[in-house]
């Protein structure tokens, strides 16, 4: 069977790590396999921004709990983060990240890294105190963080996947 499409269906979204971290070598080969990703019009407006110090992302985790209401609230306590933005005026920087993202993902997997796609950032984006820790970071003002990838060694072993719904249909 093909490998690709192995890793494909086998990768799954992981809720829980290890404190193992990942070393910043595979971090730099995960981003990148993110930045291959398809964009409209070939523009590479997206950034990642990559967070590995545990304690940064606790409290970008707390600012973000804030705004949600969510005190508990901690991206499942990963190894890193990576936050993918893209350029607020890009009508296609929701689609470019979400592609990037996929990247991430299938090439974490790839390399034995759990991910799961935080998604939490778009609507809070120009919530003050979120700003500020996003810029604080280095995400430029004119960005918004379309999607976040959590990254870290899963705790337990890979859940099952569930089986597909019949989804396709040929028109013709």
Known sequence: MNEVWENIKSRRSIRSFREQSVSKEDLMRIAQAGAWAPTASNRQTFRFTVLQDRGEIQVLAKVVGAQLGNSAYNFYEPAALILLSNDRDNSNGLAD???ALQNIFLFAHSIG????WIN???GICDAASVCKALTGMGIPENHLVWGVAALGYAAAKDPIAPPRKSVIHFAD
């Open 113 to 116: 890294v759990g991910s799961v």
């Open 120 to 122: 939490q950032f778009k």
């Open 97 to 99: 990240c979400a592609c």
